[in-house]
């Protein structure tokens, strides 16, 4: 049965957190209304909270065990008991410091938007791509900080060496972030006209023709509404499948993550010190340092000089996007056995 964030599954009821319920909200513990409108066309009472073993499902967004610890204290309220309760996390969490079971599926998002069957069904000939940028840098989603990212590299490097993109996503107002990019303009949309439309898919290899990807991640320190956590999504891979050397702006911790996960991020020639940053501010700063580092040292070249510990990069995502589904499968089998042995 399904009906809009609820889900019952026997003596489970899944909540797809993640469905059109804001950070903001959640964080603010305003969120009763969420859960009696999803109780009422589920045609439950909150007489049956306690009924079900809860679990939430936090699908393809970065929530934290903090985003979702007002939820869980309000499912308490109404008499849930503390051991009907478990979590699916995309982001990284320490599931051993929680007070319910939980597991972190954090390769989950390389799924996202199927781009890697897309990006498959484009058959790119990788090693031969004209290079006729230097950096790719890709945000959809605009936010203060990614627009003052942006006019950091737009201070720093001159047009031709960046394939950019800020605030391309349909429908969103133009004039709210103008003065936090000005004097340059916004939105910033690279000459191609597909991109306005959908860049999760491009149809295009204009991203591609870039020997780097300063990658955006989702996760942010100070934008309103956004992930804390270590969170990976797809834009990390796509650096990766791209055959592009990679730097991030993300919160500290990220590139750390995907180093233990097996890729290598060339640190014989790019110092990702900057994860070790806690200030935003001055981690920005030594990202956009770091990329001009990169950029005085010829990428064209050394695209070519290391071609082979980019084509390894390539093949350790779709090895990623082969298994990843079925260990998701096993750690979530584990969660419901779990909880079921707690009963």
């Keep these: 049965?399904?009906?809009?964030?609820?889900?019952?599954?026997?003596?489970?009821?899944?909540?797809?957190?993640w469905k059109?319920?804001?950070?903001?909200?959640?964080?603010?513990?305003?969120?009763?209304?969420?859960?009696?409108?999803?109780?009422?066309?589920?045609?439950?009472?909150?007489?049956?909270?306690?009924?079900?073993t809860w679990i939430v499902n936090t699908e393809s967004e970065g929530h934290s065990a903090n985003d979702i610890e007002n939820f869980r204290k309000l499912l308490l309220t109404y008499g849930l008991p503390s051991t009907n309760f478990g979590a699916i996390f995309t982001a990284y969490e320490d599931t051993e410091k929680l007070c319910y079971p939980a597991v972190c599926l954090t390769d989950k998002m390389i799924y996202n938007t199927r781009w890697y069957r897309h990006l498959q069904n484009q058959n790119v000939d990788w090693a031969n791509?004209?290079?006729?940028?230097?950096?790719?840098?890709?945000?959809?989603?605009?936010?203060?900080?990614?627009?003052?990212?942006?006019?950091?590299?737009?201070?720093?490097?001159?047009?031709?060496?960046?394939?950019?993109?800020?605030?391309?996503?349909?429908?969103?107002?133009?004039?709210?972030?103008?003065?936090?990019?000005?004097?340059?303009?916004?939105?910033i949309i690279v000459d191609h006209k597909e991109v306005n439309e959908e860049q999760h898919n491009p149809?295009?290899?204009?991203?591609?023709?870039?020997?780097?990807?300063?990658?955006?991640?989702?996760?942010?320190q100070n934008d309103i509404g956004v992930w804390r956590n270590i969170f990976i999504t797809e834009k990390s891979y796509?650096?990766?499948?791209?055959?592009?050397?990679?730097?991030?702006?993300?919160?500290?911790?990220?590139?750390?993550?995907?180093?233990?996960?097996?890729?290598?991020?060339?640190?014989?020639?790019?110092?990702?010190?900057?994860?070790?940053?806690?200030?935003?501010?001055?981690?920005?700063i030594a990202v956009v340092q770091e990329m001009q580092n990169l950029v005085r040292k010829g990428c064209k070249d050394l695209r070519q000089e290391h071609w082979q510990r980019l084509e390894s990069n390539a093949r350790l995502v779709d090895q990623i996007h082969t298994n990843a589904r079925i260990e998701h499968q096993k750690q979530t089998n584990r969660l419901i056995n779990e909880l079921q042995l707690i009963h």
């Design 238 to 284: 796509k650096a990766f499948a791209w055959h592009q050397f990679p730097l991030w702006y993300a919160v500290p911790g990220l590139v750390r993550e995907l180093r233990n996960v097996g890729f290598d991020l060339f640190d014989d020639i790019i110092n990702h010190s900057y994860d070790n940053e806690q200030n935003p501010w001055t981690r920005m």
């Design 20 to 52: 059109g319920v804001s950070t903001e909200r959640l964080r603010d513990n305003d969120i009763d209304e969420f859960l009696l409108d999803d109780l009422h066309k589920a045609k439950l009472t909150t007489d049956d909270i306690k009924t079900y």
């Design 1 to 17: 049965m399904t009906q809009g964030r609820i889900r019952i599954d026997g003596k489970f009821l899944w909540y797809d957190i």
């Design 129 to 187: 791509l004209s290079m006729n940028a230097t950096f790719t840098v890709l945000m959809r989603r605009a936010s203060i900080m990614r627009c003052q990212l942006a006019k950091r590299l737009l201070q720093k490097f001159e047009p031709y060496h960046m394939i950019m993109t800020l605030g391309t996503t349909p429908g969103i107002d133009a004039n709210q972030y103008k003065d936090a990019i000005h004097p340059y303009s916004y939105p």
């Design 203 to 220: 149809k295009h290899q204009l991203f591609y023709n870039a020997p780097i990807q300063l990658v955006v991640e989702s996760s942010d």
